[in-house]
């Protein structure tokens, strides 16, 4: 399965931007796709997942609440919408897929097998 994220930009802290991650085929079972981000200097953090199968989300503390992650059957992606944007949050996103993803790994960019190509997030006023 490859991955494919797009729909990043330029931004004004407050504004709303929605990511979205395309795969090139459909996926079933236990497939995990996961959010990451990763600015200069710095190392790759988490920021959203969604279980496939069952639904289950999680979400990094500092966008909890702002970030919502979502499944989109119809299109077959995976979109993570961000609301109430802040520098902070300038990064390059990354969308990453496992089927073998356990529970406890799914903040660690080491439990995702597939990534796709990263997306760039600028928010400045």
């Known amino acids: 399965v490859q991955l494919q994220a797009s729909g990043g930009g330029l931004v004004q802290p407050g504004d709303s931007l929605r990511l979205s991650c395309s795969a090139s085929?459909?996926?079933?079972?236990?497939?995990?796709v996961g959010w990451f981000r990763q600015a200069p200097g710095k190392e790759r953090e988490f920021v959203a997942a969604?279980?496939?199968?069952?639904?289950?989300?999680y979400y990094a503390d500092s966008v909890k609440g702002r970030f919502t992650i979502i499944r989109d059957t119809a299109k077959n992606t995976v979109d993570l919408q961000m609301n109430s944007l802040k520098p902070g949050d300038t990064s390059i996103y990354y969308c990453?897929?496992?089927?073998?993803?356990?529970?406890?790994?799914?903040?660690?960019?080491?439990?995702?097998?597939?990534w796709g190509q990263g997306t760039q997030v600028t928010v400045s006023s």
């Open positions: 990453a897929g496992s089927f073998t993803l356990i529970t406890s790994n799914t903040d660690n960019p080491a439990g995702y097998s597939m």
């Open positions: 085929r459909r996926t079933s079972g236990r497939f995990t």
């Open positions: 969604i279980r496939l199968n069952s639904g289950t989300t």
